[in-house]
């Protein structure tokens, strides 16, 4: 057998070339159908079969030239995008890192050049698939997890931030119901499945939890699993590695809370934001013991949100002296908590750095209520500067005069604490 030269390969070339020039030379389109007509009937045989597969093969070339052909013009779009865009690749990235995840695959689809650095994991480092209805359906919610983890296992390191799911349906209280069993208003669900569970975020734990190892902030917007146990393991095996984490948001979640609060104990110590509104049926417990180790290991809480959960008056106010940063706290639709929360830092002190209080939807007592707000009128927690206590039980409004009552009897000095401190804000929506 002959063997095959570089020499070979050029005249080829060569060949290809001028067969080109020639090619390319004739605009007429009209001449080539006429040409391509008279060359098949010149070449014809009495076997049809040679002459279909001569047109196959015109057909095959065709589409190889017109493939040829929108390559070299990505490929010279993506040199002229390169050129003109006033970005170097690396501001580009630092700009597509911005972008929702969304929005950064819809650029990278638009150029070769905008591609290259929408695959850079620096690009999205900060990971945000949360959305008002699901952008991404594949058939099985398996292959929904499957893509947030692989994208979680390519940016490896630089991963900073997580924001997944469907976020709530309700934008305010028309759209949620009063469970009169626990004591706790209960918002409606979408129909639809989950967008994610709980395994989406498996890829955390990979290469020793190198991805996980830098994450600040994780945001979960009604993830699920079959039940609660699982959703709380899955989640609990996901903060083990998150050592860095500074905000943690669970929104429309039914996992055990107080399970939850262990796992944050116990990895993140560094955490500044905790917020986490149940969804489950039944208020989950948040246990004393658990209060006091969250207190002492994640002492650096400036935000706490814990609604829908079964929180006592003593546990709640353990939590809100033990934070001596504390500045924002929603206890609101908490089962068992009661005006005796109140109580407790108007005589016993505490919360001196909190700015907001949300309280909405509890069973407030009116001597409780009342001996707050004398606490705040002789100057106690100087900071606070908003309270929400809407829509709770036995609170009216009296009209005129400003201040706050409680049935037919026992007015709150709400219009002395106002005069008193005319910065304070008290927000009382009567539902």
């Not at 900073?160 to 209280?173: A, E, F, R, T, W």
């Not at 959960?309 to 546990?315: A, Q, V, Y």
């Not at 940063?325 to 929360?341: H, I, M, P, R």
Request: charged share 25%; glycine share 6%; hydrophobic share 40%.
């Amino acid at each position: 057998m002959a063997k095959h030269s570089p020499r070979d390969d050029n005249y080829d070339q060569l060949n290809i070339n001028a067969l080109f020039e020639s090619l390319f030379a004739v605009s007429d389109s009209a001449l080539i159908d006429a040409s391509f007509d008279g060359f098949v009937e010149s070449r014809s045989t009495d076997s049809h079969q040679n002459d279909d597969d001569f047109i196959e093969r015109a057909i095959h070339l065709s589409s190889v030239l017109l493939e040829a052909g929108k390559r070299s013009a990505r490929k010279r779009s993506s040199v002229h995008n390169a050129s003109v865009w006033p970005l170097s690749p690396d501001l580009t990235i630092k700009v597509f890192s911005m972008l929702d995840t969304q929005s950064l695959f819809c650029a990278g689809a638009t150029c070769s050049f905008f591609k290259m650095c929408a695959i850079d994991p620096l690009s999205y480092s900060n990971i945000n698939l949360g959305t008002l209805i699901p952008k991404i359906k594949p058939k099985i919610n398996n292959n929904k997890d499957a893509m947030v983890s692989t994208m979680i296992q390519r940016v490896g390191s630089a991963l900073q931030s997580i924001k997944l799911g469907v976020l709530p349906p309700y934008i305010n209280d028309d759209d949620a119901d009063y469970d009169y069993q626990w004591g706790v208003k209960k918002f409606r669900q979408r129909d639809e499945s989950p967008f994610l569970t709980g395994s989406c975020l498996s890829s955390l734990s990979v290469n020793g939890g190198v991805p996980g190892s830098r994450l600040r902030s994780l945001q979960l917007y009604t993830i699920e699993m079959k039940d609660e146990t699982t959703l709380s393991d899955a989640l609990s095996t996901s903060l083990s590695v998150c050592h860095s984490l500074v905000e943690l948001k669970f929104v429309n979640m039914d996992a055990y809370i107080s399970r939850i609060l262990e796992s944050v104990s116990r990895y993140c110590h560094l955490l500044e934001r905790f917020i986490f509104e149940f969804s489950g049926s039944r208020p989950d417990l948040v246990e004393t013991s658990v209060c006091k180790e969250f207190v002492v290991n994640c002492p650096k809480i400036t935000t706490l949100v814990l609604q829908a959960c079964e929180l006592f008056p003593s546990e709640a106010f353990q939590l809100v002296k033990g934070f001596n940063e504390l500045k924002y706290v929603d206890f609101s639709n908490c089962y068992s908590l009661t005006g005796a929360f109140l109580e407790d830092l108007a005589t016993k002190g505490g919360g001196n750095s909190l700015e907001v209080m949300i309280l909405r939807w509890l069973d407030l007592d009116k001597v409780e209520v009342k001996k707050f707000m004398k606490a705040l009128i002789a100057g106690k927690l100087r900071q606070l500067r908003h309270l929400d206590i809407s829509e709770s039980g036995g609170l009216v409004d009296t009209g005129d005069d400003g201040d706050l009552r409680f049935g037919v009897s026992g007015i709150i000095p709400s219009k002395k604490l106002l005069k008193q401190r005319p910065d304070f804000c008290l927000v009382n929506k009567i539902c």
